[in-house]
């Protein structure tokens, strides 16, 4: 039933992304959306998009995937699209009732569409594309510097890790006690809000208790093993950069120089 | 009340890369007042066709029959269909949430739209039959024990009054002593009520003794489908598939080889020890 939840959800298959190292892809992504809000020319998307083509095909995920994640922002899309097409000023195109739609604001909002699509679907390339483990891995070791201001790099990593590892199980534990309860004559469909939200309960309490255990277990396991932070922890599986990270990364800056200069390129020559 | 499944087909994350197929082909048929003991190794398919019988899975082709209708039907009443087919999952007691055992055990009547009284009445009939003590019932059910637990658990289900009962590894985890009370009382149950059970377990050891007949599951497709002395004439096959006879089977299959002229069909300790007896007796 909840089997189709897809955020932040790894697909396993063999690529060359797949095995990029995780700084890589985080750092990638992070300028590719940063790339994505300093274009002024429509000829920056035309590139962006490319490179995220050729990104999509060289990772041998199924695009649908990609397009599942973005359901999430639907309402948003929408939402943006509706507010910079009505109320951007400027030359008029048409007019109904008290709306207008201008020149400026259909330019904006296909923009805007533009932009939000290819984020999106930019991340799930990397989330896609990359164990959780290994991200928060990547993310710890960008963020080490951030020590130096006291800020617990290590602690953070091991808790986004942790979290990240119970989404699945916890949504598992959440199947089986809402079939157990459906079994027993559960009704968490019909109903006004109230009454949908009364029915949670049977699902949420026992959810809570199971949670709660298992963090407890957790927290058990992991001391017993001598767990006590991140001071002198070594790593089974050290992050190196190999020759294709640093390739990785040529293609990167690659990207940016062309989409840089790609407006001003199609405006000389026209 | 019969159960008639007729080809069915389930795959799990289909249009996934990890697709499975979970059920090949199952054809079945459950008559009234049958005892059944499904076994099967862990991934056989077991505990998903049991959850199509209630309708919590729907299978990915195939047909279910319940009391001659399709379960499938568009106008098919499942919230119905659920309360005749009662089916307690595994580790139960994961599913308990009220205050008081006594309040949970009503939540299942309760949704049926039994009024005050009848749930109730209902409640205390099911408790009693599983054998929970009187000075439990308003207590909370996170203290009490494991095994008390499970029996709070079946209670919610049998509270229904199911005309089938399925119990989804009932035994897990407990302690010899515990699974041996509450298979009897199961057996009790069928006996003094009719009610239809299928017994879901891995052990046969635990069902030999119990059951009227015996479904093997093995990766997805129904293996064997007879009386247990049947199915456990085939101990060296269910040996292959990660699975064991009674150890009493074994006992009378090296007897028979030493020339000792027993009855190898034999399924519990006590015909066993019949059977030995018997054969002494002859020389």
Request: charged share 20%; glycine share 8%; proline share 4%.
């Given at each position: 039933?909840?089997?189709?939840?897809?955020?932040?959800?790894?697909?396993?298959?063999?690529?060359?992304?797949?095995?990029?190292?995780?700084?890589?892809?985080?750092?990638?992504?992070?300028?590719?959306?940063?790339?994505?809000?300093?274009?002024?020319?429509?000829?920056?998307?035309?590139?962006?998009?490319?490179?995220?083509?050729?990104?999509?095909?060289?990772?041998?995920?199924?695009?649908?995937?990609?397009?599942?994640?973005?359901?999430?922002?639907?309402?948003?899309?929408?939402?943006?699209?509706?507010?910079?097409?009505?109320?951007?000023?400027?030359?008029?195109?048409?007019?109904?009732?008290?709306?207008?739609?201008?020149?400026?604001?259909?330019?904006?909002?296909?923009?805007?569409?533009?932009?939000?699509?290819?984020?999106?679907?930019?991340?799930?390339?990397?989330?896609?594309?990359?164990?959780?483990?290994?991200?928060?891995?990547?993310?710890?070791?960008?963020?080490?510097?951030?020590?130096?201001?006291?800020?617990p790099?290590h602690e953070v990593a091991m808790m986004m890790s942790i979290a990240?590892r119970f989404?699945?199980?916890?949504?598992?534990?959440?199947?089986?006690?809402?079939?157990?309860?459906?079994?027993?004559?559960?009704?968490?469909?019909?109903?006004?809000?109230?009454?949908?939200?009364?029915?949670?309960?049977?699902?949420?309490?026992?959810?809570?208790?199971?949670a709660f255990h298992r963090a407890n277990d957790l927290a058990l396991a992991m001391e017993s093993r001598c767990y006590r932070g991140g001071e002198g922890r070594t790593?089974m599986?050290?992050?190196?950069?190999?020759?294709?990270?640093?390739?990785?990364?040529?293609?990167?800056?690659?990207?940016?120089?062309?989409?840089?200069?790609?407006?001003?390129?199609?405006?000389?020559?026209? | 009340?019969?159960?008639?499944?007729?080809?069915?087909?389930?795959?799990?994350?289909?249009?996934?890369?990890?697709?499975?197929?979970?059920?090949?082909?199952?054809?079945?048929?459950?008559?009234?007042?049958?005892?059944?003991?499904?076994?099967?190794?862990?991934?056989?398919?077991?505990?998903?066709?049991?959850?199509?019988?209630?309708?919590?899975?729907?299978?990915?082709?195939?047909?279910?029959?319940?009391?001659?209708?399709?379960?499938?039907?568009?106008?098919?009443?499942?919230?119905?269909?659920?309360?005749?087919?009662?089916?307690?999952?595994?580790?139960?007691?994961?599913?308990?949430?009220?205050?008081?055992?006594?309040?949970?055990?009503?939540?299942?009547?309760?949704?049926?739209?039994?009024?005050?009284?009848?749930?109730?009445?209902?409640?205390?009939?099911?408790?009693?039959?599983?054998?929970?003590?009187?000075?439990?019932?308003?207590?909370?059910?996170?203290?009490?024990?494991?095994?008390?637990?499970?029996?709070?658990?079946?209670?919610?289900?049998?509270?229904?009054?199911?005309?089938?009962?399925?119990?989804?590894?009932?035994?897990?985890?407990?302690?010899?002593?515990?699974?041996?009370?509450?298979?009897?009382?199961?057996?009790?149950?069928?006996?003094?009520?009719?009610?239809?059970?299928?017994?879901?377990?891995?052990?046969?050891?635990?069902?030999?003794?119990?059951?009227?007949?015996?479904?093997?599951?093995?990766?997805?497709?129904?293996?064997?489908?007879?009386?247990?002395?049947?199915?456990?004439?085939?101990?060296?096959?269910?040996?292959?598939?990660?699975?064991?006879?009674?150890?009493?089977?074994?006992?009378?299959?090296?007897?028979?080889?030493?020339?000792?002229?027993?009855?190898?069909?034999?399924?519990?300790?006590?015909?066993?020890?019949?059977?030995?007896?018997?054969?002494?007796?002859?020389?």
């Amino acid at each position: 039933m909840l089997r189709d939840i897809t955020l932040g959800q790894y697909y396993q298959t063999e690529s060359v992304i797949h095995r990029l190292d995780p700084r890589v892809k985080l750092g990638g992504t992070l300028l590719f959306i940063i790339s994505l809000f300093l274009f002024d020319h429509f000829a920056g998307y035309v590139v962006a998009v490319a490179f995220l083509g050729i990104v999509i095909r060289l990772s041998h995920v199924p695009f649908r995937f990609m397009v599942k994640g973005m359901k999430a922002i639907v309402f948003l899309l929408i939402l943006t699209v509706t507010f910079n097409l009505f109320l951007t000023p400027g030359r008029e195109l048409v007019s109904f009732w008290k709306l207008t739609i201008t020149w400026e604001g259909l330019a904006l909002a296909i923009t805007m569409a533009v932009r939000l699509t290819i984020l999106i679907i930019g991340s799930s390339v990397m989330t896609l594309t990359t164990t959780p483990n290994n991200l928060t891995d990547g993310m710890e070791k960008m963020l080490k510097p951030l020590k130096l201001f006291r800020i617990p790099v290590h602690e953070v990593a091991m808790m986004m890790s942790i979290a990240l590892r119970f989404i699945p199980i916890l949504l598992e534990e959440t199947d089986k006690i809402m079939k157990a309860q459906l079994a027993r004559g559960a009704d968490f469909e019909s109903g006004n809000i109230f009454k949908r939200a009364k029915a949670m309960v049977p699902l949420l309490v026992p959810l809570f208790v199971s949670a709660f255990h298992r963090a407890n277990d957790l927290a058990l396991a992991m001391e017993s093993r001598c767990y006590r932070g991140g001071e002198g922890r070594t790593k089974m599986k050290p992050l190196v950069y190999q020759k294709r990270d640093g390739l990785a990364y040529l293609c990167i800056v690659l990207y940016l120089a062309l989409s840089i200069t790609a407006g001003r390129l199609v405006w000389m020559w026209i | 009340m019969s159960i008639i499944v007729d080809h069915v087909n389930y795959i799990y994350g289909a249009d996934t890369p990890l697709a499975v197929a979970a059920l090949k082909d199952v054809c079945l048929q459950f008559p009234d007042g049958q005892f059944v003991g499904i076994i099967g190794h862990t991934g056989s398919g077991k505990s998903t066709l049991v959850q199509h019988l209630n309708g919590l899975l729907k299978a990915t082709s195939g047909h279910i029959y319940f009391d001659g209708e399709d379960i499938y039907d568009k106008d098919y009443d499942m919230k119905k269909l659920r309360s005749r087919v009662g089916l307690v999952f595994q580790y139960p007691e994961h599913q308990l949430f009220e205050v008081d055992v006594f309040s949970d055990v009503c939540f299942g009547p309760k949704n049926l739209g039994l009024d005050k009284r009848e749930a109730e009445l209902r409640a205390y009939d099911a408790l009693r039959r599983v054998g929970l003590p009187d000075e439990l019932f308003y207590q909370s059910p996170f203290d009490l024990s494991g095994g008390q637990k499970r029996r709070a658990a079946i209670a919610g289900v049998l509270a229904m009054k199911p005309d089938v009962l399925i119990l989804d590894e009932p035994t897990a985890g407990l302690d010899p002593k515990g699974r041996d009370e509450i298979l009897h009382q199961i057996k009790q149950l069928q006996t003094q009520t009719g009610m239809t059970i299928l017994l879901v377990s891995h052990s046969m050891e635990d069902v030999a003794e119990y059951v009227d007949r015996i479904i093997v599951m093995n990766k997805g497709s129904v293996l064997y489908d007879d009386e247990p002395r049947k199915v456990f004439r085939h101990y060296k096959e269910l040996e292959e598939v990660g699975l064991a006879a009674p150890q009493v089977t074994y006992v009378l299959h090296k007897l028979k080889e030493k020339g000792m002229n027993v009855d190898v069909s034999a399924t519990t300790i006590e015909e066993a020890a019949d059977t030995v007896l018997q054969a002494l007796g002859r020389r």
